[in-house]
């Protein structure tokens, strides 16, 4: 990359070539880490780790109901993006919306009994999945880094009341 200073502005903190190493180290691990889990998910349960997501965060809410806008949040996700997934999981049955009572143009979304068991069904070999790509690879120290890594990294890129440019606010 080169080190000429753009537009007359301050010139770039590249990286080092450790930062370098890592950083291509994090992208490739993490592409991979998806894309092992995606195939996974699509080969037991017929659907991809998004969905996946979404079942598990719908079968932890009270009465299997949360609002769209706090599933798009927590998935990080857009609302367009959410709203074609929760239309798939209707049209395989697991999921259904609803009005919501408190407000009138808000909706939940309700994980159905036929979704419960799906999620059942597709639980054990997921986190088999994720155990055998992340956890039995790693120390209980490195769990305890790789967690404490990951928080900072997402509080950096989600900070509060910053009004930034995050997926469910679009």
């Given at each position: 990359m080169t080190t000429a200073s753009t537009a007359g502005g301050p010139e770039p903190r590249w990286l080092s070539d450790e930062e370098q190493r890592v950083w291509r180290s994090y992208l490739h691990a993490t592409t991979l880490l ?137």
């Amino acid at each position: 990359m080169t080190t000429a200073s753009t537009a007359g502005g301050p010139e770039p903190r590249w990286l080092s070539d450790e930062e370098q190493r890592v950083w291509r180290s994090y992208l490739h691990a993490t592409t991979l880490l998806e894309d092992s889990l995606d195939r996974q998910l699509q080969r037991d349960a017929g659907m991809p780790h998004i969905y996946y997501g979404l079942l598990v965060q719908l079968a932890e809410a009270p009465r299997r109901r949360r609002r769209m806008t706090e599933l798009a949040r927590d998935a990080k996700i857009t609302r367009s993006r959410l709203s074609h997934a929760i239309a798939r999981l209707e049209k395989n049955g697991w999921v259904r919306r609803e009005d919501c009572p408190s407000d009138k143009r808000g909706q939940n979304a309700y994980l159905t009994d036929e979704g419960y068991e799906v999620l059942k069904k597709a639980a054990p070999g997921h986190v088999a999945a994720v155990r055998q790509a992340i956890f039995d690879r790693l120390s209980p120290e490195q769990v305890r880094q790789l967690g404490e890594i990951t928080r900072i990294m997402t509080e950096g890129l989600e900070p509060d009341g910053t009004g930034a440019d995050l997926p469910w606010l679009r």
